[in-house]
Structure formats: C-alpha cells, structure tokens
C-alpha cells in the first residue's frame, strides 16, 4: 500500500495569502530534510517561526509543490502524485507550498503498524531551520504510546474542565449538550468571538464588543482568569464618552478604526458581564483595575467607573420619547436606522450619519434595565446605598419611558425610527413585531407588575414562535426598506430578516424562566437545541451538536437549513438558560442561588457544579411536580432558609438536597 499524506501551507498572511498574488507566488520557501518538511517563507528574513510537517516513519519520497502534487488542471479528487502512484519530489520555490509524505508499507493479514504525522508551529531564535528541535519534535512522538499519551492528557484536561459543571436529569439531549457540547462550544466562541471560522474568514471582524462580553457569560466558570484579563482589555477599548470601539484586534487589542464605534448597545454589556465575573468569583477587587480610554493617551480610570461610563452614556444620549438613541445599530447590527444606504457598495454597518440622529431602541432601553438592576445590586453587595439609590432611580426612570412609549398593545414596539415612527408595531404592514424588546424589556423587568410581561410573552409565542425556534420579526421584510437598512437587504426567512436568529431564543427562555413556565422553558431551549436535530439532519445540515447562529424562517426558501455553526452567542446565552434558567444553580454575590424551572413532569435531577473552589453536589427533587420554588433546602444535612447556598470552606464537596414545592 502506498500512502500519502497532504497539507497546504498558508503564508502567515491572510490577507495577503488570498488577493496579493503577484507578491505571494514568489515568496514561498521549504526545506526538507528526511521526514521533516519545513515551511521556512519569510524566515530568512523577518518571521521568527517556522512550520513543521513531518512523519515519525521514515519516507520513500515527498512533495512540496502544490501543481506537482495536484497536477496543473486536476482537482484534489483526481490528484497527480496519487494518480501516478509516486511521489516527484517536488521542491517549492514560490506558487504554492504544501508538504506530502510519501509512505510504502507492507502489512501481513492482521499486521498492524503505528506511526504519526506531526504539524507543528517552530518558533525559531534564527533566520535559519533548528533542524534538531525538529528532529527532537518527532522522536518525541515516535516513541510508543506517545501520541495517545498526548491525547489522553488534552482528554483529561477537559475532563477537569468540564467536570465543573455536570447535569444528570431525565432529558438525554440536555444532559449531552450542557455536559460537553455547549461548554466545549463556550470555550471556542470565547477563544474565538467571531474571528476565525468557516464563517467568518479570520481577517476582519476580531473580537466584538458585545459579542465578547456576552461570550464571556457562558464560560466565566470555566475560565476565570482568563475572563479577567478580558474584562480589562474589553474595557480599554471604551472611549471617554462612554461609547466603544465595537470590534477590536485579538493580537493587538487594538479597536478597529475602520468599524469604529456609535453601537448604542455596546457599552452596556460590559456591566452585564463584569457584574457575572464577580457573581461568579466574588473578586469585586476587579473593579479597582486601573483601565484607560482608548481616545486619550495614558489615561486611567478604574473598571467600576468604565461601567458608570457606560450607565452614563445611554442616560445621556436619549431621544424625544425618553428612550436610548440607537446609533449605527444595537443588539441587531442590521436595524441601521440612520443609514439610508442607495449605494451597493457601501456597508450598512458603517454608512450613514448618526450624529443628530432621533432614531430610539426600546431594545436597549430593556438592556439599560437589565445593566441599571445589575450595577445598583452590585452596590448594594458593596454596601453604598447611595450610588444604588441613583441608579435604582435612573432605572424607575427609564422603566416609566418603556410603559409609557414602548408598549404597543400586545407586544413591545422595536424602536423609533429616525422620522420617528414606530418600527415593530401593529400599524406596520411589514415588520409588526420583533422579538428582542420583548426579551430585553421582559428581563430587564418591565410588564413585571401590570401583566405586560406575560402579555408579550404570549404574543411571542403566537406570532413569532415557530417548528425550528422564535423566529426574530413577523412578518418578514419583502422589500427593501432604506429607513430600516440591512435587515430589509436579506431574503424573507434569513438572518435577521425573519430567520431563527438562535441567540435571541435563549432570552426567551430566560422570560419563560422568570414567569415560571418550566415547560415552555425546557420547549424553547429544545426548539433551537442541535442535539435535536439528528432525525432532520438532511434539512438542517449543519453540526447537530454546535449551536448555529441562524436556521432558516418559515419564511425562507429552505426552511429549517442552519447556517454560521459554532461562533455564536446563542452558545453562551443557551448555556446560561439551561444551566442558570431552567436547573436554576446561579452564582450570586453571596453564594450559589438554587432556583430551578422545570417541566413539572420531571422527578428530580442533579447537578455538580465547582464554585469558587468548592464542589457542590446538588439534588433537586420535585415530589409535588411542580416548575419551581424552593420548599426545603439543606446543606450537609443542615437545614437552610431561601434558596441561597452559602459558600463552603475552598476544597471541600458540599451536599444540597432541595425539595421543590414553594
Ligand atoms: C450580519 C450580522 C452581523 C453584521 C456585522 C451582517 O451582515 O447579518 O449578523 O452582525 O453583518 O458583521
Ligand atoms: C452577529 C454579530 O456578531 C452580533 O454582534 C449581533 O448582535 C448579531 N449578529 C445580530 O445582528
């Protein structure tokens, strides 16, 4: 049998590698030397590291020349070296570098033969190839045993990892998708954002503002320390007003100047997300962080003012109906209010004037709530009843503009737009209801006290909530709308334009959650849950473990077909619904809050979670079938009253029982 191998190496470059070919097809450089193939382009000069592709079996010959490999007009089906039964021994001197072994093996009936391929990144301290940190890199993993050495170590590390956070309840589905898909998920769109994926080319956008802090909503239990440092570099990209760079660079943590800022919703979700770290970790010292303002130059203020910064800015930037200007957009960067884009070359996410723009948000109005609540809590766990007297009051105010101008009848409106006409309400022919004020100003507690909530809720669930999940806007868009911009620019059924834009579904969970309704909780998180997706797997066709950003709308041409899997917030957002909403376990400032809503039908379940360096081991059982309320709760036998655990000694394994019941 003759085997080969193959890669193809980028030029370290990505965009250059993809437009610039004039330049990139004469600079690519190999080396070989036995099994190992070198990727050296750009080391004789400035790069200080190379690629190694390299074999732990000996070859009989090798390639490095793609059109040698391939052959000129072949595709990679139809291969030359493959085709030709051997191997040329191509050397690259430009066009493009790839690395292939050429293997010959013999195996007897039953024989068996172990050996690796090793793709590795070679930092390198010269212009010239460590040919015997190379060959030191192989030995390595010839030795037996050694690549499944290495692979149980990655294994057990995410063991550990996971370990953190374990659920046993009577649904299969979430039991897999909470235990390892969503927090393995979590980690990459943490890792990630929306960077570097099949979906998003690994060039442009980098980390966003509020995708990062949202992001970091479903793996600060995994990651603390790393949340920390993120929290600090999110924040220096704050400018001094309040508003934010909205993407910035992972390497340079610089904003990107081409997007810039004017995303009125930015801001807020950095307090969203400190107020959950500290929840998390009970570190309130983060606060003190000195952090600067990206416009002035050696500038630094502490983390805590950044949010009051942040609280400030949506206060201080309010249109004629009281509620928050929008900006270039908000949560739904394709409701461009001040855009009235007519050039098709233009971006919608950059066009347009929103300096003295009237446009308003009533979903930022619900966030405004939501980071108000959170902020003055924060300053009630600090004990300054002052600042959380000031903010409470700001929230009042803001809660009175949302009942007074906000409510459409049924539903929550969208916003106003720039002429100041509703969007997303009952007078509009297209576009009557969206469903992220509903979610927003349900969390952020509006409609709590005069039925709105539920009435809005209920609305969602008739007009909005469809087979493959809530659908974002009913009804969808048929023609473009250059008041509204890029949401009219998507065929009816996808993305924002009326598609299952996933990550709005786990706030509706949420609402669910916050009005008791365990079984249209548990319902609304398996509507968009991938897991599910198994049996419809030809329609869906994408992973049916990774959440996607968005499945197709009734409405679409292909309804039900899921596109941009994995760099999604749903991941965070669905892990917070299930985890916090649904099982109910939620940090808070003062321990481990146990306030589950459940499918009546279920008889118990039990949760692992690692808090603040103790294990507890929690056992919710529900004899009278009931969503939630806490009846009896006890620690290490010992009876508690409410449903909050407080905190054990670090190290040790904590039992709660918990009876459900009110
Ligand atoms: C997409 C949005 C995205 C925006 C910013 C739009 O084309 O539909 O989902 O947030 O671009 O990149
Ligand atoms: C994806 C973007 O990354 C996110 O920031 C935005 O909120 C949603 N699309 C909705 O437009």
């Keep these: 049998m003759t085997l080969f191998s193959y890669v193809e190496f980028c030029l370290y470059e990505a965009l250059d590698d993809m437009t610039n070919f004039q330049r ?64 040329f021994n191509s050397v690259a001197h430009g066009w493009n570098p790839v690395g292939s072994h050429q293997l010959d093996l013999r195996l007897e009936p039953g024989e068996e033969e172990t050996f690796a391929f090793v793709l590795a990144l070679l930092e390198q301290p010269g212009p010239t190839v460590d040919r015997a940190a190379g060959h030191a890199l192989l030995a390595r993993y010839a030795e037996p045993g050694a690549v499944w050495t290495a692979f149980d170590a990655l294994r057990e590390r995410w063991r550990v990892l996971l370990d953190g956070l374990q659920v046993d309840c009577p649904d299969t589905l979430v039991r897999r998708m909470l235990n390892t898909w969503n927090q393995s998920q979590v980690i ?134 009281g509620l928050p200007l929008i900006g270039h957009a908000d949560w739904n960067d394709c409701l461009n209010l001040n855009c009235f884009s007519t050039d098709p070359d233009e971006s919608f996410q950059t066009a347009g004037d929103v300096e003295g723009s009237r446009a308003e948000s009533a979903m930022i109005a619900g966030l405004f709530l939501y980071a108000a609540r959170e902020l003055a809590r924060l300053y009630t766990h600090l004990d300054r009843p002052e600042d959380e007297a000031r903010l409470l009051a700001a929230y009042d105010e803001m809660l009175a503009a949302v009942e007074a101008e906000a409510w459409d009848g049924a539903w929550y409106l969208r916003a106003f737009d720039a002429a100041g006409s509703p969007v997303g309400s009952h007078v509009c022919d297209e576009g009557r209801i969206f469903v992220e004020s509903q979610a927003w100003c349900v969390l952020g507690g509006a409609g709590a006290e005069n039925g709105r909530a539920r009435r809005a809720l209920e609305s969602v669930q008739e007009l909005l909530a469809k087979e493959d999940g809530v659908v974002l806007v009913q009804p969808a868009y048929t023609r473009y709308h250059p008041e509204l911009g890029e949401i009219t620019s998507y065929p009816p059924g996808y993305k924002e334009n009326g598609g299952v834009f996933c990550h709005t579904n786990p706030w509706i969970t949420l609402c669910w959650c916050l009005l008791g309704e365990g079984d249209r909780a548990l319902d609304s998180y398996l509507a968009i849950c991938p897991a599910t997706r198994e049996s419809r797997i030809e329609t869906y066709r994408s992973e049916p473990y990774a959440f996607a950003q968005m499945i197709a709308g009734p409405d679409a041409a292909t309804p039900g077909e899921a596109k941009n899997s994995w760099l999604t917030g749903t991941a965070a957002w669905a892990l917070v619904a299930l985890s916090q909403g649904i099982l109910g376990i939620r940090p808070d400032y003062g321990g481990l809050r146990v306030d589950p809503c459940i499918p009546p039908g279920w008889d118990s379940f039990h949760v692992t979670r690692r808090f603040r360096g103790v294990v507890y081991e929690i056992g919710v059982r529900n004899p009278r079938h009931v969503s939630g309320g806490v009846h009896g709760l006890t620690v290490d036998g010992r009876e508690v009253f409410g449903n909050l655990v407080p905190a054990g000694a670090v190290g040790s394994v904590v039992h709660v029982d918990v009876e459900l019941g009110g």
């Design 188 to 321: 990459a769109t943490f890792n990630l954002s929306r960077s570097a994926s099949l979906w998003e080319s690994g060039i442009g956008r980098g980390m966003g503002f509020r995708d990062s802090n949202q992001d970091l909503l479903g793996c600060v239990h995994l990651v603390p320390e790393r949340a920390r440092q993120r929290l600090l570099d999110l924040a220096a990209t704050q400018l001094s007003d309040g508003t934010c760079f909205h993407q910035y660079q992972p390497l340079t943590k610089k904003g990107n100047a081409e997007i810039g800022g004017g995303f009125n919703d930015d801001q807020l979700w950095l307090v969203v997300s400190t107020c959950a770290y500290i929840k998390e970790t009970g570190d309130a010292s983060i606060l003190a962080e000195p952090v600067g303002y990206a416009d002035v130059p050696g500038s630094r203020d502490d983390l805590l003012h950044h949010l009051e910064t942040s609280i400030a800015f949506t206060l201080a930037n309010r249109g004629k109906h």
């Design 24 to 87: 990139t097809y004469s600079i690519g450089e190999v080396e070989i030397d036995g099994a190992a193939i070198y990727h050296t382009t750009g080391l004789r000069e400035r790069r200080d590291h190379c690629t190694l592709f390299g074999c732990t079996r000996e070859p009989t010959g090798f390639d490095t020349n793609r059109d040698v490999f391939v052959g000129v007009h072949n595709g990679l089906q139809e291969a030359a070296v493959p085709l030709a039964g051997r191997a």
